[in-house]
């Protein structure tokens, strides 16, 4: 029961229903407040209780100062957490763990249950390994359900020990899309009271929700398992960025095309930490699935939130997508009656804003390795022959010595050239070359949940069939949508044949190929491409590009719409101006250009009003967690405890709580520490958290190798996520991390200093000579780390390999949250150092005095950190609120949740 200091407490009547309220407008200030702190305002109202969130909290969120650096913390108490499969395992496990570890410590492990609902839905797990054929779909969910047989039992049983939990089985769709198309309420009706609906998710990109009003983030696995048992999230007030839309975007030009533009402009104006807010008139001109689109891209210009007001545009998605009209009704009487409903006109209090007319937006791609590097379309061809030159030896003698005389790279035009020549399995040859698409897929909630932008994917693919043209016979391509529905509407517009010829054939909903589930090449290409050192490309429709990501064969990665994905895979190559250059020839021997298959607005917007329908989604979503027979046919344990199998390779209980009592240990400084890595620049949750195909001559693959698992079932780390032997031996081990410690080597190399002369070594094998001779490790970085993805495992796996600290230059957001959730210390360099600055190498032995004083109850402002070398420095201490002390204190969040919850 909230406190209600500010008689805040009210009614709502929506018809014939009566809700409980919290009035924003009982609080002075609040009505000049942008629309996402209204809602964590109402959220403070409700959940107030005069202890964590008390009458002071409210007025300092009501009296916000737009231009004051954020400083107040507050605890927010999201309405549900939602989970992806990948992060969700792991999720399971540790609540699964917890309750044993409640009754180890006298405790009740029924308390051990989501407080708040929790939905996950398994959208990660399948890998594009079968392509182009019809029955591909089939194929894939069969191997799926074969390499994850294990992981799925036990998320059944999940769904059947845990209350308020709930599975959307594979084969469904992508969480976003699932989210924004089914399980978001906007608002929320829970125990008479109706508030707006937030959330925070194991997936960075749950921001897509945004677009529908909802706000909500992705946080760290352990962050979501606390909000889960009803602890709040740990804030301070942030700064909100106001982004004004003026104007229309002019024909040909796309979602995709908009949010590369708005994801350059913020990542350039820094956004890191703030809250994003769309307004003007310009929003009322944008659609949802467009507004959903940019509010996924959130964690590619890196703000926390990117959020848009609730409007007319929000009601009539809510009722396309099969939501009921006392739910409609609500969102539209509540959102009016709390200030929520958008005033295109108004010019609300921001911190700091830009602005953006949508007709000067320009068709794009970015890459070939980040998502800001947006590059116009016209200009891609010419972009990409001075990028190439980055991932291929010159044509100097260096590089006429790294390949045989006759393999030696040429130039055309300035572009370097080695034409290779490729035998496919019927017997034809083809020619590949640096620059070769490789892959072009449209895949990832990104652009999957936006009809719009896959319409005119279909249509151009139509258009290209009935010129006579296909894809290129090196290119792989898929069809993966974000939910059921995709198809349907394909099926009904008469698109699906077309597409199919083409070679996108639909092989499977989840996310594949953007979280770098594309399967393997083809074997000959596969072969040409590594035999001959080519640097080819893959071109897809998702919201990540970054190196390693995609496929291991694949050097340059570019994001694009999918009607371009289906245009690059007829043109094949990089090296063609899609643009200008003829994609192809008709059956009449006439060149095929892009403008010759582009659709009209009015096409696209055709097929869209007369294929998609309110019944597809009430069809695709009436019985969503049931599963098919297979999910259903699954044997699981029973008991509120869970049953561990000694012999399983994908589920394990982790050492979390080994050897755990209900007091806490002192913290203490640390001495005579080794650096295990020693990174540059943005080094993202990709480089860190182990991810995409296991190979057999790792740590990981070896590990496997012992437990009996053969080559071909290694399955992707993603999928092992359960496992944290296999995930600690592949954290630091992205095969494009690059540890200035081991000069030279790419991958998970370190020098182990345990050994005489510092031999390179693998991290994971250093780690574990380190921790054997009790030497505790630190990382050293440089700017943006951990920027990418909300996973866990880069923390959890950091923790486990016996580091204690982590130095950079600057954090992301949720990386940093999520370290001082492992208990390990985020330091940073002072203001304008850096490693290189103050001459470290990395041999040297590290000490970090003044930690100690956290077990005063206060934070240090700073630590100082020397070393045997003499380097001395004072570094910040990087854990920003008493909350994040806490659970620094405790050890992790999630000893700290777990004493909390005995102590009740």
């Not at 104006?269 to 959130?298: C, D, P, Q, W």
């Not at 260096?398 to 019927?426: L, Q, Y």
């Not at 245009?567 to 403008?595: C, F, H, Q, R």
């Amino acid at each position: 029961m909230s406190a209600n200091s500010f008689d805040a407490r009210s009614t709502l009547q929506v018809g014939d229903e009566s809700y409980e309220i919290f009035r924003l407008d009982k609080v002075e200030g609040a009505a000049r407040l942008p629309y996402s702190l209204k809602v964590l305002l109402e959220n403070l109202l409700r959940t107030e209780d005069g202890a964590n969130i008390t009458a002071d909290h409210i007025r300092a969120l009501s009296g916000w100062d737009s231009q004051a650096q954020p400083s107040q913390e507050i605890q927010f108490t999201p309405a549900r957490v939602i989970m992806q499969d990948f992060t969700g395992v792991p999720c399971v496990v540790d609540l699964a763990t917890m309750r044993e570890a409640v009754k180890e410590l006298g405790g009740d492990p029924a308390k051990i249950n989501p407080l708040a609902p929790a939905e996950l839905v398994i959208d990660h797990s399948v890998i594009a390994d079968k392509f182009g054929t019809k029955d591909a779909f089939g194929q894939n969910v069969e191997l799926e359900y074969g390499r994850n047989k294990e992981r799925y039992q036990f998320l059944r049983w999940g769904q059947t020990a845990f209350d308020e939990f709930k599975v959307v089985p594979p084969g469904t769709g992508i969480v976003h899309q699932v989210n924004i198309e089914h399980l978001a309420r906007t608002v929320m009706v829970r125990n008479g009271q109706a508030y707006p609906d937030t959330l925070v998710g194991t997936d960075s990109h749950t921001t897509m929700v945004n677009g529908l009003g909802v706000l909500g983030w992705g946080v760290g696995g352990i962050e979501a398992e606390a909000a889960m048992l009803g602890q709040p999230v740990s804030m301070l007030i942030p700064r909100v960025v106001g982004f004004k839309l003026t104007g229309e975007l002019k024909p040909g030009t796309t979602a995709t095309d908009l949010v590369l533009t708005i994801t350059e402009m913020l990542r350039k104006h820094g956004v890191v930490g703030k809250f994003v807010e769309f307004y003007g008139e310009g929003v009322a001109a944008t659609s949802l699935a467009n507004r959903a689109t940019i509010g996924n891209m959130s964690p590619e210009f890196g703000s926390t939130a990117a959020i848009f007001p609730i409007d007319d545009e929000t009601l009539k998605y809510l009722r396309l997508t099969g939501r009921d009209e006392q739910q409609v009704a609500l969102v539209e009487a509540y959102a009016k009656e709390q200030g929520l409903w958008l005033d295109p006109a108004a010019e609300p209090d921001f911190s700091e804003k830009l602005e953006l007319d949508l007709a000067t937006v320009v068709p794009s791609i970015a890459g070939p390795k980040r998502p800001q590097d947006r590059i116009v379309l016209a200009n891609a061809a010419e972009q990409f022959a001075l990028d190439v030159r980055n991932y291929v030896e010159d044509d100097d003698e260096a590089g006429k010595e790294s390949f045989p005389a006759s393999d030696a790279p040429a130039a055309t035009n300035g572009v370097p050239t080695r034409p290779t020549t490729v035998t496919a399995p019927d017997g034809s040859t083809y020619e590949i070359d640096h620059g070769a698409v490789t892959v072009a897929a449209i895949t990832s909630c990104t652009n999957t949940s936006n009809p719009y932008v896959m319409v005119a994917a279909a249509l151009v693919a139509k258009k290209a069939v009935e010129k006579g043209l296909t894809r290129k016979p090196w290119v792989k391509t898929t069809l993966a949508p974000g939910s059921k529905v995709v198809t349907d509407y394909f099926d009904k517009a008469g698109l699906t044949p077309y597409l199919d010829k083409v070679g996108f054939n639909l092989v499977g909903y989840g996310c594949t190929t953007c979280i770098g589930n594309s399967g393997p090449l083809p074997e000959e290409v596969s072969k040409a491409v590594n035999d001959h050192d080519l640097a080819v490309t893959s071109v897809l429709s998702g919201n990540r590009n970054f190196e390693g990501r995609i496929n291991p064969d694949v050097k340059m990665n570019y994001l694009a719409s999918p009607p371009l994905v289906v245009a690059y895979a007829l043109a094949g190559s990089m090296k063609v101006n899609i643009t200008e250059d003829a994609l192809g020839t008709d059956t009449e021997g006439n060149p095929v250009y892009l403008k010759d298959i582009w659709p009209s607005e009015a096409e696209v917007n055709d097929v869209v009003a007369n294929a998609i329908g309110e019944d597809m989604f009430n069809k695709s979503y009436q019985d969503v967690f049931a599963g098919d027979a297979q999910w259903q046919a699954l044997s699981i344990p029973t008991g509120n405890t869970f049953e561990w199998d000694p012999q399983s390779t994908y589920v394990r209980k982790p050492p979390y709580f080994e050897g755990m009592t209900m007091e806490t240990t002192p913290v203490s400084d640390i001495s005579g520490a080794r650096v295990l890595a020693k990174l540059g620049d943005s080094v993202t949750t990709d480089h860190i958290s182990p991810a995409g195909a296991i190979k057999a001559d790792t740590p990981a693959g070896q590990y496997l190798t012992e437990h009996g698992v053969e080559r071909r079932d290694f399955n992707s780390y993603g999928s092992r996520r359960g496992n944290h032997e296999v995930m600690i031996r592949g954290t630091f081990a992205n095969i494009r991390l690059r540890n200035q410690i081991a000069p030279g080597t790419e991958g998970g190399y370190t020098r182990d200093f345990t050994q005489d002369g510092g031999p390179v070594s693998f991290i994971y094998d250093a780690s574990q000579n380190y921790q054997a001779a009790g030497t505790p490790l630190v990382i050293l970085a440089g700017k943006e780390y951990g920027s990418g993805s909300s996973r866990d495992w880069a923390a959890k796996g950091t923790a486990l390999l016996g580091v204690r600290a982590v130095v950079a230059e600057s954090y992301e957001r949720i990386h940093r949250s999520n370290l001082i959730g492992m208990g390990v210390l985020p330091l940073q360099f002072p203001e304008g150092a850096s490693a290189e600055s103050l001459g470290l190498t990395g041999e040297e032995t590290f000490s970090i005095a003044g930690v100690t004083e956290l077990n005063d109850g206060t934070t240090p402002r700073t630590v100082k950190v020397t070393t045997d070398s003499g380097v001395e420095f004072d570094a910040v201490v990087r854990i920003d609120t008493p909350g994040e002390a806490d659970y620094y204190r405790n050890g992790g969040i999630m000893q700290y949740v777990l004493r909390s919850l005995i102590r009740k």
